[in-house]
């Protein structure tokens, strides 16, 4: 399956000021798989290493010196590494504090070396106390669950995405193809976006048998919770786990989670679970001014779950997808919301972890929310999320009053257009929102 990230990955191979890589994110959405197929087509020889599968390696990494630890590792292995020629992956790497701590070394000593690395919960290695970073001699690239574009690439619908890629405002489409497209959403909110979910679905299109995967994939982050502490936590992480895909799109309250546990330690369990990329936070923000983090409320927020298609596999709605025109009536709206999210996220810069954030007005007298704030070459647009064809735009009108903003946009499943200011853009095109903008603006002009 082709990876946006890939291109990113293509430009650090030839930088001239590259560093070793880390590759983060959530378990099991291709971190590995993605840097494989990289190192097969792109270098002359791949040594990879797992510090999970082969505890012993980690002997290696008790010297600074990378010389050393290459020289030890060629020996066990039997394979020669060359600058220039091999890239050096370390998988699992979370495993061996040290071994991520020898990164600055190569880094200062043998920056030749094409050196990358990926681990599941390694969130939780960076961001230990003790642990001392090798900051400034590491870059980063975040990997998410595939988007809606790469969904459709996996699909080989590659005419349909060029299609996509070049429409204008100004064009006009047939409806079948609307309709297709909107097929297509609703089939991706089923499957989602982890890439052995999408893989089953492109050579079975059966739901059945990627609906085991997807249990497999819940127990996976369940089994994980033994690693983040105590028993306590442990069930305070599955009441946030299982109460976040009920709730989509609505502000986080404590007592809705568990009345009975105290809100410091959910929020505890919230924070463990972003970190390990579960979820995801959208802060209500009461200014529209940047930086958005600045007027941030950081008590106030909803979360978005990791993936659609295990979101509705958490909830056992997604066999009312197959039987409502309607798809999940009133949960159809939250759902909206989740998917947006999440190719927000997915279309996001990928040198740093996405942050999402939405407007709220927080007047007693006279409330107002907007779904998302959209930041694009130091401008904010505000986003209304609509999941059917209809819906009024109160807040969104409420927002453009007090802000003098000029474009706002809307996603939903009505066809593309712009008119009086309000960018309207079908749900299947959300990758396509800055190009919308920038065309907007000179349509505005």
């Known amino acids: ?222 089994d994980d919770f033994s690693k983040y502490g105590s028993s306590a936590k442990q069930k305070n992480l599955e009441k946030v786990f299982y109460h976040v895909p009920v709730i989509l799109g609505k502000k986080i309250k404590y007592v809705e989670i568990d009345k009975d546990t105290p809100s410091r330690e959910l929020k505890n369990a919230i924070d463990l679970l972003e970190s390990a990329g579960v979820v995801n936070r959208v802060v209500a923000s009461s200014k529209a001014q940047l930086p958005l983090s600045y007027y941030a409320k950081d008590n106030f927020f909803k979360l978005i779950f990791l993936d659609t298609g295990l979101a509705l596999r958490t909830t056992g709605l997604e066999e009312t997808v197959f039987t409502s025109p309607n798809l999940l009536g009133v949960y159809e709206g939250g759902l909206a919301e989740q998917f947006v999210g999440q190719e927000l996220i997915a279309n996001s810069d990928p040198l740093e972890k996405a942050k999402l954030y939405n407007w709220e007005r927080m007047k007693p007298s006279s409330t107002a929310e907007v779904d998302y704030l959209f930041v694009y070459k130091s401008n904010i647009y505000p986003v209304e999320v609509k999941a059917g064809k209809t819906g009024s735009l109160k807040s969104l009108q409420v927002y453009n009053k007090e802000n003098m903003n000029q474009i706002s946009i809307r996603y939903s499943k009505l066809p593309l257009s712009f008119h009086e200011g309000l960018l309207s853009v079908p749900l299947y095109m959300i990758a396509e929102t800055s190009k919308l903008i920038d065309e907007a603006l000179l349509n505005n002009i």
């Open 1 to 222: 399956m082709k990876r946006n990230l890939y291109r990113k990955l293509l430009e650090w191979k030839d930088s001239p000021y590259r560093k070793p890589l880390i590759i983060r994110g959530a378990r099991q959405v291709g971190k590995s798989y993605l840097i494989r197929e990289f190192a097969k087509n792109e270098f002359e020889s791949f040594v990879e290493i797992n510090l999970e599968l082969q505890p012993e390696l980690k002997a290696c990494f008790n010297t600074k010196m990378p010389d050393k630890i290459l020289k030890s590792i060629q020996l066990i292995l039997n394979k020669e590494i060359k600058a220039g020629q091999t890239i050096f992956f370390l998988d699992e790497i979370q495993e061996c504090p040290e071994a991520i701590l020898s990164l600055r070394y190569f880094y200062e000593l043998m920056p030749e070396l094409h050196v990358i690395a990926a681990g599941s919960l390694l969130e939780f290695a960076l961001n230990r106390e003790e642990f001392r970073s090798p900051v400034g001699r590491i870059e980063y690239l975040h990997l998410y669950p595939l988007s809606f574009e790469e969904f459709l690439n996996a699909l080989d619908e590659g005419l349909i995405l060029k299609f996509l890629h070049e429409v204008k405002l100004s064009d006009e489409f047939a409806s079948p193809v609307h309709e297709k497209l909107l097929e297509l959403y609703k089939d991706y909110l089923l499957v989602g976006g982890m890439p052995e979910v999408v893989k089953t679905y492109r050579e079975t299109k059966n739901f059945t048998t990627i609906k085991k995967i997807q249990i497999s994939l819940l127990q996976t982050y369940r």
